[in-house]
């Protein structure tokens, strides 16, 4: 059984639909981001990082989306999460993740976790204005080629949905308004509709609660 | 034939040299970053992120490291330069270019790049002194623990070892000592002596002379 590492709200999300999509025999374990659990030194030797999300597999602890992403695809192949025979396709699945990662998630955290790159209070401040822009200018290119329609990929859904459906949540708190970005928008309302995300929505709000 | 897009002294160094490991048939196109080519119109229609690398294929083109490495190991198989057989061991291969990607360039790109999150130049002077601290515990996580030795994943050479050596070659100007990390100076001497490292830095290097 794997066991998944995640904090509500937190990218990890990703992850945790995924392996519900699969199908995986599974088990979410919630850390406390509050109480800075992830600092922890029982959970800093699972994952040295400090972050979420975190797989423990029986071959060794996995971490960083894409990765964890792409080895639950490869490893229940009848989900047909990715195109794994293909790998041109597989690798624009491969690219789409990585800009969510490197760069949209980064944007992002420059809200509420400036202290990884900065010390002084004006640059967090600096910092938080700059998020509706920088956040903003990601999702113009997501709405406007990246994300084909109705899925990521276009007809086949992937693991580039949940992705891409983790990260447009914080569009709202980024002060993002998501009716700008109708494809985007349209995406966010398909994906609440699937089961596998209402279980794990409802599973991480109330464990959250 | 691909062509991949790059500019000395980024990131598409990891791309560059394993295409040159993988003996694909390719050329490479420098960007002139000094005249800001790389958000030219031109440009924008090859990658609209306006960033390197970018590889064009008969299939179409692809961005970011991650995807372009993976795409690489996986079309040419016979170059191992990846587990393809086993997805876990595929995926530890994506988790470590995915921190490469999602961390430590993150990290090293807020001494020069800081107005893609912020606006003022008391934050850009306040991230740039961060530098050598928050690169600095990225490169201590490779050091002790991700870095397995002799290559990043051990005994075999994979595509994370292009990528580590890319930006490893960054310390220096991050004001960090590359001997306090002699598991990372050794991996770098070791990629100093391949031959495709030195073709491709000869090839950077003498067109941006």
């Not at 060794?60 to 992403?69: D, H, K, R, S």
């Not at 980064?106 to 401040?125: D, N, P, Q, Y």
């Amino acid at each position: 059984m794997y066991k998944l590492y995640y904090a509500p709200g937190t990218c990890a999300l990703a992850s945790h639909i995924a392996l519900e999509e699969a199908g995986a025999d599974y088990r979410a374990e919630r850390l406390d981001f509050k109480a800075n659990q992830q600092q922890s030194p029982d959970y800093l030797k699972i994952n040295p990082k400090g972050r979420v999300p975190a797989l423990v597999t029986d071959r060794g602890i996995l971490t960083e989306n894409p990765a964890i992403l792409a080895y639950i695809a490869q490893t229940f192949p009848k989900a047909k999460l990715a195109p794994l025979d293909d790998p041109f396709a597989f690798a624009q699945v491969q690219s789409f993740n990585s800009y969510l990662c490197a760069t949209v998630h980064v944007a992002h955290a420059h809200k509420g976790r400036g202290a990884r790159w900065a010390t002084e209070e004006s640059s967090f401040a600096d910092m938080r204005r700059m998020v509706p822009k920088s956040v903003g200018a990601c999702f113009a290119l997501i709405e406007n080629g990246m994300l084909k329609g109705p899925w990521v990929m276009g007809e086949q859904y992937t693991i580039c949905d949940p992705y891409l459906y983790t990260v447009s949540l914080w569009l709202e708190g980024d002060s993002i308004d998501v009716k700008t970005l109708p494809r985007v928008a349209d995406h966010m309302k398909r994906m609440s509709g699937r089961p596998a995300v209402q279980k794990v929505m409802g599973e991480q709000q109330a464990k959250a609660a």
